[in-house]
């Protein structure tokens, strides 16, 4: 996803589509068991329901469905595809659509209607936000930089339900990708019957998963999720519908929640302490994490100079108590990082040890006021620079997280007690601003962060290689690149060795402080009790609804 501090609630905890999230209607709550009818908030209005154009898809597959879906912890289970054959080499897919495979008006779903999607999502004129997460299928990234034709792309419909991939090199998480709602299908007798209509209006699209869009015309703050009479695992769908409106705030979200016109509440950092021990509250863990981006490319020779320092960063790590930031600041719950990939991401495939646990280094990513004085002492003598000012930029008006401004205050405070001579100008500017900034390389260090595509440490530590366009900093390790890329070339097709290269590459990270992780999201929600089987991962199509009942 692409993703920093800016995006991330939208993207995740209640975007849809272009963040497809909760919402709700008016009206009773869940309390109309019989009807099987979920009232949820959005935090936004849709602004797209086209699959190629979307810039988020926490939701979508509700409403669209790929060769798999996600089920529980990510894993990766039944969708469109009957089944499928891999390669020895890793290099070639085969997959079977099934029989009863059809879209929201009946039509059956062939495997051209995947080839037709997905030359859609990587011509360049399509402009889709997501088009790099194609990267690895021959010739895509020739296609959406314009240097190929997009008929030759590396997917073919070799029959009526039956399709080839084929692949520059092996992906290990390719299963995982394939139930991002991207990869999925698109009718392209619906999408020339509209033309530039297409996705603009519930009627102008159909849908190939548990649920179809209904009552939502481009611009509307309530729309609804209707059960698709056509899905072809339609027995297990036991909601009829699922009812979303915009709402503006947490406090009114609340409000409709308590007075039963909703049925799902998320609070803010505020509201936590008042509920965290009611029966009715949730916790839900996204694998977004906020940390301090470095610029190596500073303008300003003075402060490139100390940002290029490693004791420098391992300083200004040290000197941050993050389970204190985490607690008074961002709020109850909240994880803290022990390195830069988040954690309940990815097990270890012989161990099934959470990746957090194996890129944890002892000492490093931890509050050590000794520590940091040592290391400031040492960028001082490597430097010659012991007096200098800092900006540290992050957006003013972000929604998404109200807590920004403090926690960049509490960085300030922190850096200027325990290293002496070190000042920090805090730069607050409206999101679109702050991003342009640090796209353009214009900062010093900014308060940022990544939330995984899929559940994969690649997700994360892909950003950072050398020629990433999110490695904003422009932070350059020979060594991290050449781990990064065994893992994803020559030992992708072994699991053993390909965990080993990403945990030494997040290692590298944390050594070098690359960027300084703060904390990882959790988001906490009042559920009503008596909804049950929602199914919440912490990457990709983080809420499936499919398998959700009212009792």
């Given at each position: 996803?692409?993703?920093?501090?800016?995006?991330?609630?939208?993207?995740?905890?209640?975007?849809?589509?272009?963040?497809?999230?909760?919402?709700?209607?008016?009206?009773?709550?869940?309390?109309?068991?019989?009807?099987?009818?979920?009232?949820?908030?959005?935090?936004?209005?849709?602004?797209?329901?086209?699959?190629?154009?979307?810039?988020?898809?926490?939701?979508?597959?509700?409403?669209?469905?790929?060769?798999?879906?996600?089920?529980?912890?990510?894993?990766?289970?039944?969708?469109?595809?009957?089944?499928?054959?891999?390669?020895?080499?890793?290099?070639?897919?085969?997959?079977?659509?099934?029989?009863?495979?059809?879209?929201?008006?009946?039509?059956?779903?062939?495997?051209?209607?995947?080839?037709?999607?997905?030359?859609?999502?990587?011509?360049?004129?399509?402009?889709?936000?997501?088009?790099?997460?194609?990267?690895?299928?021959?010739?895509?990234?020739?296609?959406?930089?314009?240097?190929?034709?997009?008929?030759?792309?590396?997917?073919?419909?070799?029959?009526?339900?039956?399709?080839?991939?084929?692949?520059?090199?092996?992906?290990?998480?390719?299963?995982?990708?394939?139930?991002?709602?991207?990869?999925?299908?698109?009718?392209?007798?619906?999408?020339?019957?509209?033309?530039?209509?297409?996705?603009?209006?519930?009627?102008?699209?159909?849908?190939s998963g548990p649920f179809k869009v209904s009552k939502w015309n481009g611009t509307a703050n309530t729309w609804s999720f209707s059960k698709n009479p056509y899905y072809w695992d339609k027995?297990?769908?036991?909601?009829?519908?699922?009812?979303?409106?915009?709402?503006?705030?947490?406090?009114?979200?609340?409000?409709?929640?308590?007075?039963?016109?909703?049925?799902?509440?998320?609070?803010?950092?505020?509201?936590?302490?008042?509920?965290?021990?009611?029966?009715?509250?949730?916790?839900?863990?996204?694998?977004?994490?906020?940390?301090?981006?470095?610029?190596?490319?500073?303008?300003?020779?003075?402060?490139?100079?100390?940002?290029?320092?490693?004791?420098?960063?391992?300083?200004?790590?040290?000197?941050?108590?993050?389970?204190?930031?985490?607690?008074?600041?961002?709020?109850?719950?909240?994880?803290?990082?022990?390195?830069?990939?988040?954690?309940?991401?990815?097990?270890?495939?012989?161990?099934?040890?959470?990746?957090?646990?194996?890129?944890?280094?002892?000492?490093?990513?931890?509050y050590d006021k000794a520590l940091a004085k040592s290391k400031w002492d040492a960028a001082k003598r490597e430097t010659g620079i012991s007096k200098a000012k800092i900006t540290l930029l992050a957006a003013s008006d972000s929604g998404d997280d109200p807590t920004?401004?403090?926690?960049?205050?509490?960085?300030?405070?922190?850096?200027?007690?325990?290293?002496?001579?070190?000042?920090?100008?805090?730069?607050?500017?409206?999101?679109?601003?702050?991003?342009?900034?640090?796209?353009?390389?214009?900062?010093?260090?900014?308060?940022?962060?990544?939330?995984?595509?899929?559940?994969?440490?690649?997700?994360?530590?892909?950003?950072?290689?050398?020629?990433?366009?999110?490695?904003?900093?422009?932070?350059?390790?020979?060594?991290?690149?050449?781990?990064?890329?065994?893992?994803?070339?020559?030992?992708?097709?072994?699991?053993?060795?390909?965990?080993?290269?990403?945990?030494?590459?997040?290692?590298?990270?944390?050594?070098?402080?690359?960027?300084?992780?703060?904390?990882?999201?959790?988001?906490?929600?009042?559920?009503?009790?008596?909804?049950?089987?929602?199914?919440?991962?912490?990457?990709?199509?983080?809420?499936?609804?499919?398998?959700?009942?009212?009792?």
């Amino acid at each position: 996803m692409k993703k920093n501090w800016q995006k991330i609630v939208a993207v995740s905890a209640t975007v849809a589509l272009s963040a497809l999230v909760l919402a709700a209607c008016g009206g009773k709550s869940n309390s109309a068991s019989n009807k099987q009818v979920l009232n949820l908030p959005a935090a936004a209005q849709l602004d797209t329901i086209d699959i190629s154009k979307s810039t988020g898809y926490g939701q979508t597959g509700n409403v669209y469905e790929s060769f798999y879906r996600l089920g529980k912890k990510g894993k990766p289970i039944a969708g469109l595809a009957a089944s499928s054959k891999k390669s020895a080499d890793g290099k070639t897919w085969q997959f079977t659509i099934r029989k009863n495979a059809k879209w929201s008006n009946g039509d059956p779903i062939t495997a051209s209607d995947f080839v037709y999607s997905w030359r859609r999502s990587v011509t360049p004129k399509t402009a889709s936000p997501y088009a790099y997460l194609f990267t690895g299928v021959k010739n895509a990234d020739a296609i959406s930089t314009g240097k190929a034709d997009p008929a030759t792309l590396g997917i073919k419909a070799t029959g009526k339900r039956t399709l080839q991939i084929q692949l520059d090199q092996p992906i290990g998480y390719f299963k995982v990708l394939m139930a991002y709602p991207l990869f999925g299908p698109q009718s392209q007798k619906v999408a020339d019957k509209y033309g530039k209509k297409y996705g603009t209006n519930a009627k102008y699209s159909v849908y190939s998963g548990p649920f179809k869009v209904s009552k939502w015309n481009g611009t509307a703050n309530t729309w609804s999720f209707s059960k698709n009479p056509y899905y072809w695992d339609k027995s297990k769908v036991k909601l009829n519908k699922i009812n979303y409106q915009v709402v503006s705030d947490s406090a009114t979200s609340l409000d409709l929640f308590q007075t039963n016109k909703l049925d799902m509440s998320q609070l803010d950092p505020t509201q936590v302490s008042n509920y965290a021990k009611n029966k009715e509250y949730h916790t839900y863990p996204y694998s977004f994490v906020s940390f301090l981006n470095y610029n190596f490319n500073s303008k300003n020779a003075k402060t490139n100079k100390l940002l290029n320092n490693g004791n420098f960063r391992q300083a200004l790590s040290a000197s941050l108590d993050r389970k204190l930031l985490s607690k008074k600041v961002v709020g109850v719950n909240t994880i803290i990082p022990t390195g830069f990939v988040a954690s309940s991401l990815a097990s270890n495939p012989e161990t099934g040890t959470d990746f957090s646990k194996d890129q944890q280094i002892s000492g490093v990513n931890t509050y050590d006021k000794a520590l940091a004085k040592s290391k400031w002492d040492a960028a001082k003598r490597e430097t010659g620079i012991s007096k200098a000012k800092i900006t540290l930029l992050a957006a003013s008006d972000s929604g998404d997280d109200p807590t920004a401004k403090e926690v960049v205050q509490y960085v300030k405070a922190q850096v200027e007690d325990l290293m002496p001579g070190m000042s920090i100008n805090i730069k607050l500017m409206p999101t679109q601003g702050a991003n342009e900034q640090e796209k353009n390389g214009d900062y010093d260090i900014m308060l940022s962060g990544w939330g995984a595509d899929y559940n994969d440490p690649m997700s994360f530590l892909q950003i950072m290689t050398k020629g990433s366009a999110y490695n904003y900093g422009k932070y350059a390790n020979v060594q991290y690149n050449t781990l990064v890329n065994k893992a994803a070339t020559s030992d992708a097709n072994n699991p053993k060795a390909r965990w080993n290269d990403m945990v030494q590459a997040s290692k590298i990270i944390s050594r070098d402080q690359a960027v300084t992780p703060l904390y990882q999201s959790v988001y906490s929600w009042m559920q009503k009790s008596n909804v049950h089987g929602l199914v919440h991962n912490t990457a990709g199509t983080q809420w499936s609804y499919k398998t959700a009942y009212i009792k």
